[in-house]
C-alpha cells in the first residue's frame, strides 16, 4: 500500500545510531528530517554528524531519491534564568549549521533569526508529570512550549516553504497551514503597510480612495490600516502608535478638519513626519478639501493630484479619473520604495554573503593552520615516542642481555654446586663402603681368632631350645624381671632392676637371647647393651631359671647365640664374652 497516497505526513520517530532500524528510518524512509538536540557539546556535534552520514550514506543508495532536507532544532533551551549563555549558544548555532541551512533556507533570512524563532523553550512546570503544553498553555504565548510546538507543525504542514512570510507574518503562516485561507498575491515578500491618516469628517473620501487602492492589493502584496480597524476596548493610542511603526507608506488627506484636529496633528501627523525622517519613509498628502495647507507641516511634501486642484471640486465623472491619477502615482511609489528595499535587502545579502565568504576563509584559513600546527606538533610526538620507544628497546634488550647473563652465571652455580653434592656423595659412599669393608675384614679376623675356643656339648642342644629372643617370647617378660630381682636378693648384688617393657623392647629389638627347656617353660635369658654408636658393648641381664642352675646353661646361651645366627653384634660380643 502507498501510505504518501492515504496521509497527508507520516511521522517517524527512531532512534539514531549505527543499527539496521537506525539506518533505514534516517536515509531510506524520510523526506525531510527533524534534529531535534540540547545545548550540550555532545548532543550538538552528535547532530551534526548523524546529519552527515546520513547525507553521506543516502547519496550512495543505488537509486535516485531527492536529497534530504535537514531542519535542527533547539530543544529545553532557557533564556530567562542564562540569557548570556544562552546568546552564545545561539552564536555556535547558527555558526556551525549554516551548512545545513543554506540547502533550503532562503538568503534573504537570518540563520539566527530562524533559529530563535523555532527553538523549543525549557519550561519547568512541564518537566513532571504528563502534561500537554498546547492543552493546558495554548499556542499564544510567544514564550510557551505550545507557540513553539505551533511554529513546528506550521513549517511542516507549508513544507518548509514561504519562510518569509513565517518570519515576518507568523500568523498568517499559521493561519495557512491551518488552511484558513487569506488572499496572499506575493507572500515571498514583507507585506508592504499603507497607513491612511484623515479625519472623521473625510471618511467618505477615505473609503472612495481605499477602494481605488483595493486594485493594487490584488497585484501586490499590500495592507492598508486606518483607524476605522480599531477593535472594541483596544486602547486607541497604543494601537495606533504600533501601527505607525510598521508602515511604510503614509497617505494623508488633507483637508481644514483634518488640519484643525488636535489629535490629528499633536498626535499623529508629527509622529508620523518624525518617522519618516528617521526611518526615510515616504509621505504622500492628498488635497481632499480646499484649505491653506501652504503654512502647515506638510508643505515640504509633493501633493497629490498635482494639479492641486483639491478632490471635492471635481465634479462626480471627473472624481474617478483623479483616483485613478492618484492611484497610479502610489502604484510608482510603492514600487519604487519595494524596489530600493530590494535592492537593500540584496546589497545586504551580497554583503552579508561576502563577509560570510570572508569569514569562512578566514575559518578555514584559520583551521589549515591549526591543521598543520597539529599535524607538526604530532611529527614531533610522533619522533618523541619513535626515539622513547627505541630507548626503551635498548634498555629492554640490555636488561634482557644481563638477565640471560644472570642466568647463565646461576645455571653455572647450579651445575657447580651439582657436581660438589656428587662429589661430596662419592666421597662419602666411598668411605662408607670403606669403612663396611674394613668392619667387615676386622670382624672376620675376630671370627677367626676366637673359633677355636668355642666347645659346645651336644648334650645342652637335646635338653634345651636356645635361640634369639622375638615378638613371640614377650609372655616371659614379667617372669624374666622376677627372677632377676630374687636373684639380686639373693646375691645381694649383681643384676639391675630392669621393667617388663624393658625386656619386651630388647626382645623385639634382637638384643637377646633366651633358653626354654622341652615344655617350652623359661630356662634362662640375657641381653646385651650398647653406647658410643656401638663402639662399646655389654652382656647384661644373664639369668637362669633356679631350676636349671649348675647345668652349664649360663655358659651356652651367649655361646649358642653365634650357633644360631643370631644379629651380628650379638655374635660378635658373645665370641668376646667366650674368649674371657
Keep these: 500500500m502507498n501510505r504518501k497516497s492515504h496521509y497527508d505526513f507520516i511521522l517517524i520517530d527512531s532512534r539514531t545510531g549505527v543499527t539496521e532500524i537506525g539506518g533505514i528510518c534516517t536515509v531510506q524512509l524520510p523526506d525531510k528530517i527533524i534534529l531535534l538536540f540540547s545545548a550540550t557539546v555532545q548532543g550538538f556535534h552528535g547532530t551534526l554528524e548523524i546529519a552527515e552520514r546520513a547525507s553521506n550514506a543516502q547519496q550512495k543508495l543505488p537509486y535516485d531519491r531527492q536529497r534530504l532536507t535537514f531542519i535542527p532544532i533547539p530543544t529545553k533551551f532557557d533564556t530567562q534564568s542564562e540569557y548570556e549563555l544562552s546568546q552564545k549558544w545561539l552564536d555556535l548555532f547558527s555558526h556551525k549549521l549554516g551548512g545545513i541551512y543554506k540547502s533550503w533556507l532562503p538568503y534573504t533570512i537570518n540563520i539566527r533569526d530562524f533559529i530563535e524563532k523555532t527553538k523549543v523553550p525549557y519550561i519547568t512546570y512541564f518537566s513532571f508529570g504528563e502534561k500537554l503544553p498546547v492543552l493546558e498553555q495554548g499556542t499564544t504565548d510567544p ?17 518548509f516553504d514561504e519562510v518569509e512570510t513565517f518570519i515576518y507574518a507568523r500568523d498568517k503562516f499559521i493561519n495557512k497551514a491551518k488552511g484558513i485561507r487569506i488572499p ?9 503597510k499603507i497607513f491612511i491618516s484623515y479625519s472623521r ?56 478638519d483634518y488640519l ?50 483639491p478632490i471635492s471640486l471635481y465634479d462626480e465623472k471627473e472624481r474617478d479619473k483623479i483616483f485613478i491619477e492618484i492611484t497610479e502615482e502610489i502604484k510608482n511609489v510603492v514600487e519604487k520604495v519595494a524596489r530600493e528595499a530590494k535592492e537593500k535587502t540584496e546589497r545586504e545579502a551580497q554583503e552579508k554573503t561576502a563577509k560570510e565568504e570572508a569569514a569562512r576563509e578566514a575559518e ?26 627505541e630507548e626503551a628497546k635498548i634498555k629492554r634488550e640490555m ?15 647450579e651445575n657447580a654446586y651439582k657436581e660438589a653434592k656428587a662429589k661430596r656423595e662419592a666421597e662419602e659412599k666411598a668411605a662408607k663402603e670403606k669403612t663396611e669393608r674394613e668392619a667387615k675384614e ?3 679376623a675376630k671370627e677367626i681368632a676366637v673359633a677355636p675356643i668355642v666347645n659346645v656339648s651336644p648334650s645342652t642342644y637335646a635338653k634345651f631350645n636356645i635361640e634369639v629372643a622375638s615378638e613371640k617370647h614377650c609372655a616371659f617378660a614379667e617372669e624374666i624381671c622376677r627372677e632377676m630381682e630374687e636373684s639380686a636378693k639373693v646375691r645381694g648384688t649383681g643384676i639391675a632392676k630392669r621393667s617388663p617393657e624393658y625386656v619386651r623392647e630388647k626382645m623385639r629389638e634382637g638384643k637377646a637371647v633366651i633358653a626354654m627347656d622341652e615344655e617350652k617353660r623359661f630356662a634362662g635369658f640375657s641381653y646385651i647393651e650398647s653406647w658410643s654408636h656401638e663402639h662399646f658393648v655389654a652382656i ?17 646361651i651367649p655361646k649358642i647365640r653365634k650357633e644360631k645366627n643370631c644379629k651380628t653384634h650379638i655374635q660378635f660380643y658373645t665370641m668376646i664374652w667366650l674368649k674371657k
Design 260 to 309: 484643525s484636529s488636535k489629535s490629528v496633528v499633536e498626535f499623529e501627523l508629527e509622529k508620523i513626519i518624525d518617522i519618516a525622517l528617521t526611518e526615510k519613509k515616504i509621505i504622500v498628502p492628498i488635497l481632499a478639501r480646499p484649505t491653506n495647507w501652504e503654512h502647515s507641516q506638510i508643505s515640504e511634501f509633493q501633493m497629490l493630484p498635482r494639479s492641486m486642484k
Design 442 to 444: 676386622k670382624k672376620k
Design 540 to 556: 647384661l641381664g644373664l639369668i637362669v631359671n633356679p631350676k636349671y642352675r649348675r647345668s652349664g646353661l649360663d655358659r651356652y
Design 201 to 256: 469628517a473625510d471618511t467618505q473620501l477615505k473609503d472612495i480612495l481605499k477602494s481605488h487602492l483595493s486594485v493594487l492589493s490584488l497585484q501586490k502584496n499590500i495592507t492598508f490600516w486606518d483607524a476605522e480597524m480599531i477593535l472594541p476596548g483596544e486602547k486607541w493610542h497604543d494601537v495606533i502608535s504600533k501601527n505607525l511603526k510598521s508602515a511604510n507608506l503614509f497617505l494623508l488627506l488633507i483637508s481644514p
Design 399 to 413: 636488561e634482557e642481555n644481563a638477565y640471560e647473563a644472570a642466568k647463565i652465571k646461576r645455571e653455572m652455580e
Design 364 to 389: 578555514e584559513k584559520a583551521e589549515r593552520e591549526a591543521e598543520e600546527k597539529a599535524a607538526e606538533e604530532a611529527k614531533i610526538k610522533r619522533e618523541a615516542e619513535e626515539k622513547a620507544a
Design 184 to 192: 496572499i498575491i506575493d507572500e515571498k515578500e514583507k507585506p508592504f
Design 143 to 159: 514564550t510557551g512550549l505550545g507557540y513553539a510546538y505551533e511554529n513546528l507543525a506550521g513549517l511542516i504542514a507549508n513544507d
